[in-house]
């Protein structure tokens, strides 16, 4: 079975109500086994319209990363990201 990948390029401008996000949504991270392999760092953009901040979590399955990104606990993380930034998401099936 192809692993999932939950992909989001996100333009944080509150950082302290952003880390209250961040916090909330390790629970619906950890419930789902999500595994990031990048989690913002250095980036440069080469081309077109990409933001700085990166990020990409594994999961088991593509259907598990849909699970976590449709999460009851994951929507309560997302209600503490208003007003702190932008979030572009996606989920995807990887090969």
Same mark, same amino acid.
């Given at each position: 079975?192809?692993?999932?990948?939950?992909?989001?390029?996100?333009?944080?401008?509150?950082?302290?109500?952003?880390?209250?996000?961040?916090?909330?949504?390790?629970?619906?991270?950890?419930?789902?086994?999500?595994?990031?392999?990048?989690?913002?760092?250095?980036? $440069?953009?080469? %081309? *077109?319209? #990409?933001?700085?901040?990166? /990020? +990409?979590? &594994?999961?088991?399955?593509?259907?598990?990363?849909?699970?976590?990104?449709?999460?009851?606990?994951?929507?309560?993380?997302? $209600?503490?990201? %208003? *007003?702190? #930034?932008?979030?572009?998401? /996606? +989920?995807? &099936?990887?090969?």
């Amino acid at each position: 079975m192809a692993k999932g990948y939950v992909i989001v390029r996100a333009e944080v401008t509150n950082p302290d109500k952003w880390a209250e996000y961040v916090a909330k949504s390790k629970v619906a991270l950890d419930k789902f086994a999500g595994k990031p392999v990048v989690r913002g760092g250095q980036a $440069k953009i080469i %081309e *077109g319209d #990409g933001l700085a901040r990166n /990020v +990409v979590i &594994e999961f088991d399955s593509y259907d598990t990363a849909l699970a976590y990104a449709s999460s009851p606990e994951y929507a309560e993380a997302r $209600k503490l990201r %208003e *007003g702190a #930034g932008t979030l572009h998401m /996606v +989920v995807v &099936e990887g090969v």
